[in-house]
């Protein structure tokens, strides 16, 4: 069995499968309105599923006529959960404080009618939301058009034929839940975005803070550091980097490297702009570097898909050494031998003596004995030229000896 609604009148039919397959050839007529229901029209209604659970919903009934009042609870009770009420001042109360899931009111009514209490119906927060049908003995069109204007959804003249009242209650009621399934769905997703919202910015908090604390590891580096895009132009420069060049960051940040960091340390070999810097004369007053001796470290930055996004750059300061016209960088260390040498002459010169004293006097015993002449001569030679280059590097005069 299937369940399908008319396009006339909204009403619920229940339909064998067989019917449904032969549609084309035997149209069907609609159990409440007669409307005849062709296979275009049932396409859209088609549903698997049982009719919803009417029970689940409450209807507000108002009108003054008791009787008409009594009829339509009795009959509509049977379905769904009814409140009723005989003038517009307490059905605004209940409306407000049961919040019905839809209002059947009646137009004419004495003191407040059915137009002023569907407008403050509409115009109160709390029941603004819920549907209304208008039920009036009036067949006049602009009293139609008047209540849809006000915000009804539906009008139904009396007499009510209650088959019509259910089904036109049935369709409005199926409307709203699936407005209500839609609206469930759209909250959960909304706070599913902003629970992923929440997520993503205390991770770019957190990533922030990373980037932050990077960035003031990197500031007490005493090597300099500039961290640019693949066009050269600068991201961010250490304060190594920004005492050297006497710059703040903000002016360094956005500026091509090689038009604001001029000195020749930081020309990079790897760079595509080292043969343009190279080529280019240049009046800038260039540092004189007799004693530092540069290394460029050129550090190539990748993103998530491997591709070059930008390139550090890292200048390595070798100070006390000098570089000669070939090439090669020596470490002077003549005055540190000087130095040393000063410091313990006087040691130097005493041990020198002692140690040569003593092989002289060894080199004398040994040459008494003839099987051990041939050691001594070897070992008194070597004494008397260390004796010679030690005098030498000492300054000091050597008696040379007969």
Same mark, same amino acid.
């Given at each position: 069995?299937?369940?399908?609604?008319?396009?006339? &009148?909204?009403?619920?039919?229940?339909?064998?499968?067989?019917?449904?397959?032969?549609?084309?050839?035997? #149209?069907?007529? &609609?159990?409440? &309105?007669?409307?005849?229901?062709?296979?275009?029209?049932?396409? #859209?209604?088609?549903?698997?599923?049982?009719?919803?659970?009417?029970?689940?919903? =409450?209807?507000?009934?108002?009108?003054?006529?008791?009787?008409?009042?009594?009829?339509?609870?009795?009959?509509?009770?049977?379905?769904?959960?009814?409140?009723?009420?005989?003038?517009?001042?307490?059905?605004?109360? /209940?409306?407000?404080?049961?919040?019905?899931?839809?209002?059947?009111?009646?137009?004419?009514?004495?003191? @407040?009618?059915?137009?002023?209490?569907?407008?403050?119906? $509409?115009?109160?927060?709390?029941?603004?939301?819920?549907?209304?049908?208008?039920?009036?003995?009036?067949?006049?069109?602009?009293?139609?058009?008047?209540?849809?204007?006000?915000?009804?959804?539906?009008?139904?003249?009396?007499?009510?034929?209650?088959? @019509?009242?259910?089904?036109?209650?049935?369709?409005?009621?199926?409307?709203?839940?699936?407005?209500?399934?839609?609206? $469930?769905?759209?909250?959960?997703?909304?706070?599913?975005?902003?629970?992923?919202?929440?997520?993503?910015?205390?991770?770019?908090?957190?990533?922030?803070?990373?980037?932050?604390?990077?960035?003031?590891?990197?500031?007490?580096?005493?090597?300099?550091?500039?961290?640019?895009?693949? *066009?050269?132009?600068?991201?961010?420069?250490?304060?190594?980097?920004?005492?050297? &060049?006497?710059?703040?960051?903000?002016?360094?940040?956005?500026?091509?490297? =090689?038009?604001?960091?001029?000195? #020749?340390?930081?020309?990079?070999?790897?760079?595509?702009?080292?043969?343009?810097?190279?080529?280019? +004369?240049?009046?800038?007053?260039?540092? *004189?570097? $007799?004693?530092?001796?540069?290394?460029?470290?050129?550090?190539?930055?990748?993103?998530?898909?491997?591709?070059?996004?930008?390139?550090? =750059? @890292?200048?390595?300061?070798?100070?006390?050494?000098?570089? =000669?016209?070939?090439?090669?960088?020596?470490?002077?260390?003549?005055?540190?031998?000087?130095?040393? @040498?000063?410091?313990?002459?006087?040691?130097?010169?005493?041990?020198?003596?002692?140690?040569?004293?003593?092989?002289?006097?060894?080199?004398?015993? /040994?040459?008494?004995? $003839?099987?051990?002449?041939?050691?001594?001569?070897?070992?008194?030679?070597?004494?008397?030229?260390?004796?010679?280059?030690?005098?030498?590097?000492?300054?000091?005069?050597?008696?040379?000896? +007969?």
């Amino acid at each position: 069995m299937k369940v399908i609604f008319c396009e006339e &009148c909204g009403g619920k039919n229940i339909v064998a499968d067989e019917q449904l397959e032969h549609i084309d050839n035997q #149209p069907l007529g &609609c159990q409440i &309105c007669g409307n005849i229901i062709s296979q275009e029209t049932i396409i #859209p209604h088609l549903r698997a599923s049982e009719p919803i659970n009417t029970l689940h919903y =409450h209807l507000l009934l108002i009108d003054d006529d008791f009787a008409h009042l009594q009829l339509m609870k009795t009959t509509l009770e049977r379905e769904y959960t009814v409140s009723i009420a005989s003038t517009g001042v307490h059905g605004l109360e /209940l409306a407000a404080e049961r919040k019905p899931d839809l209002i059947l009111l009646d137009l004419s009514m004495p003191g @407040i009618d059915g137009y002023e209490v569907c407008k403050r119906l $509409k115009e109160n927060p709390i029941t603004r939301k819920i549907t209304v049908i208008f039920v009036s003995a009036r067949d006049d069109k602009d009293d139609e058009y008047k209540g849809f204007t006000l915000g009804a959804v539906d009008y139904i003249n009396k007499p009510i034929n209650l088959q @019509i009242l259910n089904a036109r209650i049935t369709a409005q009621l199926r409307l709203k839940q699936l407005i209500d399934q839609q609206k $469930k769905q759209s909250d959960s997703l909304i706070h599913s975005l902003h629970q992923d919202n929440i997520q993503i910015e205390q991770e770019l908090e957190r990533l922030q803070q990373d980037k932050n604390n990077q960035l003031a590891l990197l500031d007490l580096v005493q090597d300099r550091l500039v961290i640019e895009d693949t *066009e050269a132009r600068i991201l961010w420069a250490n304060k190594a980097t920004r005492d050297f &060049c006497n710059m703040r960051l903000s002016d360094l940040v956005g500026s091509l490297r =090689h038009e604001v960091l001029r000195d #020749p340390s930081f020309h990079c070999k790897e760079c595509a702009v080292r043969q343009e810097i190279s080529q280019r +004369k240049s009046t800038d007053t260039r540092r *004189e570097q $007799k004693d530092v001796s540069v290394k460029v470290l050129h550090v190539p930055l990748f993103d998530e898909n491997e591709e070059i996004k930008g390139v550090a =750059h @890292i200048i390595q300061e070798q100070r006390g050494v000098q570089q =000669h016209d070939d090439g090669q960088i020596c470490q002077p260390a003549e005055s540190a031998m000087k130095s040393f @040498i000063d410091k313990n002459r006087r040691a130097i010169r005493d041990n020198l003596a002692t140690i040569l004293f003593g092989i002289d006097a060894i080199g004398s015993l /040994l040459r008494e004995n $003839k099987d051990l002449e041939t050691v001594s001569r070897p070992v008194t030679k070597a004494a008397e030229e260390l004796d010679y280059m030690v005098c030498n590097l000492l300054d000091f005069k050597r008696n040379d000896k +007969k």
